[in-house]
């Protein structure tokens, strides 16, 4: 099983202080994702533009009965993992030192998240499993 060929970047996204798991979700995903998509160099970079919300009760359900540590089950101060893929690293960093980007959508990020907690990992996915649907399931988060 080789990597893919495209590159891809998560980023662990911490809710600022004082912002609910629930606030945090909502702007992130109803506010700053068409914020961040409105800017060109967004569109043109990317293949793929994800966000991951924590549900924290499922959290702690799956971590309390995981059978795995302890520490499973405590949930992690991150609200949510964004991911992005391209064709390259360079694809992906032109966007976060783009003159537009850190004008509209950089200053808006701290509304609802901790700049200074955010974690990166860069790398490529490698596939182990897949099942092809038949069918598409619509998006009911």
């Known amino acids: 099983m ?7 970047m998560v980023v662990l996204v911490t809710p600022k202080a004082g912002v609910s798991q629930e606030e945090f979700s909502a702007y ?14 967004s569109k043109r970079n990317l293949f793929k533009y994800e966000q991951f919300h924590v549900d924290p009760k499922l ?12 520490s ?4 992690p101060k991150f609200g ?14 032109e966007i976060f030192q783009d003159e537009e980007y850190l004008r509209v959508v950089a200053p808006d990020e701290g509304v609802f998240c ?12 490698v596939t182990i499993y897949e099942v092809q649907r038949s069918e598409t399931v619509g998006f009911t988060g």
């Not at 959290?59 to 302890?70: M, Q």
């Open 72 to 75: 499973a089950s405590v949930l």
């Open 28 to 41: 992130w995903k109803e506010k700053h994702a068409p914020l961040f998509l409105s800017i060109a160099i």
């Open 114 to 125: 901790d700049r200074a907690g955010l974690y990166i990992l860069a790398g490529h996915f």
């Open 59 to 70: 959290t702690t359900l799956l971590g309390a009965n995981s059978g795995w540590s302890a």
């Open 2 to 8: 080789a990597p893919s060929q495209r590159f891809r």
């Open 80 to 93: 949510g993992v964004a991911a992005f893929e391209a064709e390259s690293a360079e694809n992906i960093l």
